[in-house]
Protein backbone atom coordinates (compact mmCIF):
# COMPACT_ATOMS: atom_id res chain seq x y z
CA UNK A 1 0.00 0.00 0.00
CA UNK A 2 0.85 3.64 -0.69
CA UNK A 3 2.42 6.50 1.89
CA UNK A 4 -0.20 9.07 2.30
CA UNK A 5 0.79 12.41 4.03
CA UNK A 6 -1.61 13.57 5.55
CA UNK A 7 -2.32 16.79 7.75
CA UNK A 8 -2.36 16.01 11.89
CA UNK A 9 -5.62 16.64 13.23
CA UNK A 10 -3.68 17.96 16.09
CA UNK A 11 -1.45 20.03 15.02
CA UNK A 12 -1.66 20.27 11.10
CA UNK A 13 1.72 18.99 10.55
CA UNK A 14 2.61 16.44 8.05
CA UNK A 15 1.55 13.09 8.94
CA UNK A 16 2.92 9.65 6.74
CA UNK A 17 -0.18 7.69 6.86
CA UNK A 18 0.68 3.31 6.10
CA UNK A 19 -3.28 2.51 5.81
CA UNK A 20 -1.33 -0.95 7.12
CA UNK A 21 -0.22 0.52 10.46
CA UNK A 22 -2.35 0.69 13.16
CA UNK A 23 -0.88 4.09 14.25
CA UNK A 24 1.44 6.53 13.53
CA UNK A 25 2.91 9.08 15.68
CA UNK A 26 3.10 12.50 14.49
CA UNK A 27 6.73 13.74 14.49
CA UNK A 28 5.56 17.20 14.74
CA UNK A 29 3.29 17.43 17.91
CA UNK A 30 3.89 13.47 18.97
CA UNK A 31 0.84 12.58 19.42
CA UNK A 32 -0.84 9.54 17.69
CA UNK A 33 -3.62 8.61 15.38
CA UNK A 34 -5.27 5.72 14.43
CA UNK A 35 -5.18 5.27 11.21
CA UNK A 36 -8.60 3.82 10.54
CA UNK A 37 -10.55 6.60 12.78
CA UNK A 38 -8.61 9.10 11.53
CA UNK A 39 -11.46 10.71 9.45
CA UNK A 40 -13.39 10.34 12.63
CA UNK A 41 -10.92 11.92 14.54
CA UNK A 42 -10.43 14.76 12.33
CA UNK A 43 -13.86 16.06 12.31
CA UNK A 44 -14.36 15.52 16.15
CA UNK A 45 -11.07 17.75 16.75
CA UNK A 46 -12.15 20.12 13.87
CA UNK A 47 -15.64 20.16 15.62
CA UNK A 48 -13.82 20.93 19.40
CA UNK A 49 -11.47 23.59 17.38
CA UNK A 50 -15.00 25.26 16.21
CA UNK A 51 -16.78 25.40 20.06
CA UNK A 52 -13.15 26.72 21.48
CA UNK A 53 -12.88 29.25 18.82
CA UNK A 54 -16.85 30.49 19.56
CA UNK A 55 -15.27 30.61 23.32
CA UNK A 56 -12.68 32.86 22.49
CA UNK A 57 -14.62 35.08 20.66
CA UNK A 58 -16.90 35.38 23.35
CA UNK A 59 -14.65 35.85 26.01
CA UNK A 60 -13.42 39.11 23.51
CA UNK A 61 -16.17 40.17 23.82
CA UNK A 62 -16.95 40.31 26.74
CA UNK A 63 -13.62 41.30 27.96
CA UNK A 64 -13.66 44.53 25.33
CA UNK A 65 -17.67 45.48 26.61
CA UNK A 66 -15.92 46.27 29.81
CA UNK A 67 -14.59 50.12 30.86
CA UNK A 68 -12.11 48.47 33.15
CA UNK A 69 -10.28 45.47 31.76
CA UNK A 70 -8.91 45.52 35.29
CA UNK A 71 -10.04 42.42 38.03
CA UNK A 72 -11.39 38.97 38.29
CA UNK A 73 -14.46 37.79 36.09
CA UNK A 74 -16.14 34.44 36.50
CA UNK A 75 -17.76 34.32 33.05
CA UNK A 76 -14.55 35.57 31.42
CA UNK A 77 -12.53 32.72 33.03
CA UNK A 78 -14.76 30.20 32.61
CA UNK A 79 -14.82 30.67 28.71
CA UNK A 80 -10.83 30.83 28.49
CA UNK A 81 -10.54 27.43 30.50
CA UNK A 82 -12.74 25.80 28.81
CA UNK A 83 -11.48 27.24 25.28
CA UNK A 84 -8.46 25.70 26.53
CA UNK A 85 -9.67 22.46 27.45
CA UNK A 86 -11.87 21.49 24.01
CA UNK A 87 -8.38 23.22 21.68
CA UNK A 88 -5.17 23.30 24.04
CA UNK A 89 -3.27 24.01 20.78
CA UNK A 90 -4.83 27.33 19.89
CA UNK A 91 -2.68 30.15 19.52
CA UNK A 92 -5.78 32.43 20.32
CA UNK A 93 -6.53 30.54 23.56
CA UNK A 94 -2.56 30.92 24.86
CA UNK A 95 -3.10 34.82 23.71
CA UNK A 96 -6.46 35.52 25.46
CA UNK A 97 -5.09 33.60 28.26
CA UNK A 98 -2.06 35.75 28.79
CA UNK A 99 -4.09 39.14 28.61
CA UNK A 100 -6.86 37.95 30.48
CA UNK A 101 -4.19 36.55 33.26
CA UNK A 102 -2.80 40.36 33.46
CA UNK A 103 -6.00 41.39 33.85
CA UNK A 104 -6.88 39.26 36.93
CA UNK A 105 -3.74 40.05 38.66
CA UNK A 106 -3.23 43.57 37.87
CA UNK A 107 0.15 43.01 36.21
CA UNK A 108 2.00 41.99 32.81
CA UNK A 109 4.24 39.74 34.97
CA UNK A 110 6.20 35.81 33.74
CA UNK A 111 3.13 33.69 33.46
CA UNK A 112 1.69 36.19 30.83
CA UNK A 113 4.93 35.77 29.06
CA UNK A 114 5.18 32.43 29.36
CA UNK A 115 1.71 32.14 27.83
CA UNK A 116 2.65 34.53 24.85
CA UNK A 117 5.65 32.23 24.05
CA UNK A 118 3.66 29.07 24.21
CA UNK A 119 1.29 31.04 21.52
CA UNK A 120 3.91 32.18 19.45
CA UNK A 121 5.25 28.40 19.41
CA UNK A 122 1.45 27.18 18.44
CA UNK A 123 1.67 29.80 15.42
CA UNK A 124 3.87 28.05 13.31
CA UNK A 125 1.90 25.76 12.78
CA UNK A 126 -1.69 27.76 13.28
CA UNK A 127 -1.86 31.40 12.78
CA UNK A 128 -4.41 33.24 15.36
CA UNK A 129 -7.50 34.20 14.02
CA UNK A 130 -9.93 35.58 16.92
CA UNK A 131 -7.77 36.46 19.46
CA UNK A 132 -4.08 37.58 18.04
CA UNK A 133 -1.10 39.12 19.10
CA UNK A 134 -2.11 42.47 18.84
CA UNK A 135 -4.88 42.02 20.59
CA UNK A 136 -3.37 40.40 23.77
CA UNK A 137 -1.17 43.59 23.08
CA UNK A 138 -3.73 45.80 23.35
CA UNK A 139 -5.24 44.60 26.06
CA UNK A 140 -2.10 44.84 28.01
CA UNK A 141 -1.78 48.30 27.39
CA UNK A 142 -5.32 49.56 28.31
CA UNK A 143 -5.52 47.39 31.81
CA UNK A 144 -1.45 49.06 32.37
CA UNK A 145 -2.85 52.75 31.36
CA UNK A 146 -5.74 51.96 34.13
CA UNK A 147 -2.59 50.76 36.74
CA UNK A 148 -0.91 53.70 35.86
CA UNK A 149 -3.97 56.04 36.65
CA UNK A 150 -4.32 54.65 39.70
CA UNK A 151 -0.71 54.54 40.57
CA UNK A 152 -0.47 58.34 40.06
CA UNK A 153 -4.34 58.65 41.92
CA UNK A 154 -1.53 56.76 44.78
CA UNK A 155 1.28 59.14 44.32
CA UNK A 156 -0.56 62.75 44.28
CA UNK A 157 -2.22 61.22 47.78
CA UNK A 158 0.92 60.42 49.15
CA UNK A 159 2.70 64.10 47.97
CA UNK A 160 -0.53 65.33 50.03
CA UNK A 161 0.71 63.70 52.97
CA UNK A 162 4.07 64.33 53.09
CA UNK A 163 3.63 67.89 52.54
CA UNK A 164 0.88 67.60 55.46
CA UNK A 165 2.94 66.19 57.57
CA UNK A 166 5.97 68.47 56.52
CA UNK A 167 4.20 71.58 57.85
CA UNK A 168 2.82 70.07 61.04
CA UNK A 169 6.30 68.32 61.59
CA UNK A 170 8.69 71.70 60.41
CA UNK A 171 5.78 74.41 59.79
CA UNK A 172 3.98 74.16 63.78
CA UNK A 173 7.92 74.00 65.90
CA UNK A 174 9.47 76.22 63.85
CA UNK A 175 7.01 78.79 64.50
CA UNK A 176 6.83 78.18 68.11
CA UNK A 177 10.65 78.39 67.71
CA UNK A 178 10.74 81.74 66.51
CA UNK A 179 8.46 82.92 69.14
CA UNK A 180 10.69 81.21 71.44
CA UNK A 181 8.84 78.40 73.28
CA UNK A 182 10.35 75.80 71.15
CA UNK A 183 14.13 74.59 71.85
CA UNK A 184 16.35 74.03 68.77
CA UNK A 185 17.32 71.11 69.52
CA UNK A 186 13.32 69.57 69.75
CA UNK A 187 12.61 71.39 65.95
CA UNK A 188 15.74 69.74 65.25
CA UNK A 189 14.69 66.00 66.38
CA UNK A 190 11.49 66.74 64.20
CA UNK A 191 13.25 67.68 60.69
CA UNK A 192 15.32 64.29 61.51
CA UNK A 193 11.99 62.22 61.69
CA UNK A 194 10.38 64.33 58.74
CA UNK A 195 13.66 63.61 56.40
CA UNK A 196 13.43 59.95 56.94
CA UNK A 197 9.13 59.91 56.69
CA UNK A 198 10.30 61.52 53.45
CA UNK A 199 12.63 59.13 52.23
CA UNK A 200 10.55 56.02 53.34
CA UNK A 201 7.95 57.74 50.97
CA UNK A 202 10.08 58.53 48.30
CA UNK A 203 11.44 54.90 48.25
CA UNK A 204 7.70 53.21 48.95
CA UNK A 205 6.78 55.26 45.53
CA UNK A 206 9.30 53.90 43.68
CA UNK A 207 8.85 50.61 44.62
CA UNK A 208 5.78 50.83 43.96
CA UNK A 209 5.49 53.08 40.42
CA UNK A 210 4.02 50.73 37.53
CA UNK A 211 6.24 50.30 34.68
CA UNK A 212 5.25 51.44 31.08
ZN1 LIG B 1 0.78 16.59 15.11
Same mark, same amino acid.
Given at each position: ?60 NLLEAKRNPLG?D?RI ?11 ? /?? *???? $? %????F??C?? +???? @? ?28 V??EA??V ?23 ? /?? *???? $? %? ?8 ? +???? @? ?20
Amino acid at each position: MELQVLECPYCRGNVRMDPDHGSEVCANCGKSIIVKEYGEMQSRILEDRRSSYEKVVQAKNLLEAKRNPLGRDGRIRELIDSAMALDS /GS *PDGW $Y %LNAAFTMCES +GRWD @GTSDNMVSRARELEKNRKAKYFTYEDCMNVRKEAEQVTNRIGRGMSGVFALVTVFFGLFFL /GI *PAIL $Y %LAGIMPLFVV +GIMA @GMFAFMAIAVFFALRVSRIEV
